[in-house]
């Protein structure tokens, strides 16, 4: 259990595996395990594996104000240094793929290649302002019924069936960070539109086609944004349906982190 400085945080973070470093960043409600939990024995065997829980989540500590894209950052780039000698791989889902990017493009020597799946760049249009409101009225009103909102809105209606009647019920016993209203009211506002032609790693974009939170349309900015990025659009997947089914994802990005020149 690991903690680095970062003014000013303390970033908590988790660490698994040997090798080139891969560095994976949560989005609103996450964590190292809950976001991630099902992935990284994909690439521990041959990969350290960074898993920096941001402010809200784990046990990072910080000043207990209202977060910004800056501070997510800092802590990103201190626990990928204090965990990794060199540069890494980067991987940011839904808002972490908005903190990923934006690391990428402040900190070019130290992001080797960067992925992003289901990420947002843009959030400040009526719609993703509405939802975001929505979700911060929500979970300060009732958590129990925020949680089932999230599970409509985050899982696709196949894989919601999949789960069946018991394991919906037992979805809702998941345990949510403490800081969940403090992301979310940054995932309410982030706008790194400008910072996307700054990024120089090659970038690989995956848009999830069924996504409620994150719609596929802000998968699409940020590759127009990113030069030379590629994009790879997952048709019938909701935003969470690859924590369920990671295989796919995982080897989208395998193939990616390893199929090209550094």
């Known amino acids: 259990m690991p903690f680095v400085s970062a003014p000013p945080s303390t970033v908590h973070y988790e660490v698994d595996g040997d090798g080139p470093g891969l560095v994976l960043v949560h989005g609103v409600g996450g964590d190292a395990d809950r976001a991630f939990g099902n992935f990284v024995g994909h690439f521990s065997g041959d990969r350290t594996v960074v898993r920096p829980n941001l402010s809200g989540s784990g046990q990072t500590a910080d000043h207990g104000g209202e977060l910004t894209v800056d501070l997510l950052v800092g802590q990103v780039t201190a626990a990928a240094r204090a965990a ?23 900190h070019p020597e130290l992001v080797r290649r960067l992925v992003l799946v289901g990420g947002v760049a843009d959030t400040t249009g009526p719609r993703a302002r509405f939802n975001f409101e929505f979700w911060r009225d929500l979970a300060a009103t ?93 048709d019938g997947d909701g935003h969470m349906d690859w924590f369920v089914r990671p295989d796919e994802v995982a080897g989208l990005t395998r193939k990616f982190i390893t199929g090209a020149s550094a």
């Open 142 to 234: 009732d958590f129990g019924l925020f949680k089932r909102f999230g599970t409509l809105q985050g899982f696709s209606a196949a894989t919601l069936d999949g789960f069946g009647h018991e394991g919906l019920a037992k979805s809702l016993e998941d345990e949510w960070p403490p800081g969940v209203a403090r992301q979310i009211d940054l995932a309410s506002r982030i706008d790194i539109r400008d910072l996307l032609p700054r990024i120089q790693a090659p970038t690989l974009v995956i848009g999830l086609g069924c996504d409620q939170m994150a719609p596929v349309e802000q998968s699409r900015v940020l590759h127009t944004g990113i030069a030379g990025s590629r994009l790879v659009e997952l």
């Open 84 to 106: 990794v000698d060199g540069r890494v791989d980067l991987f940011g889902f839904s808002m972490g793929a908005a903190i990923a990017a934006a690391t990428a493009a402040t």
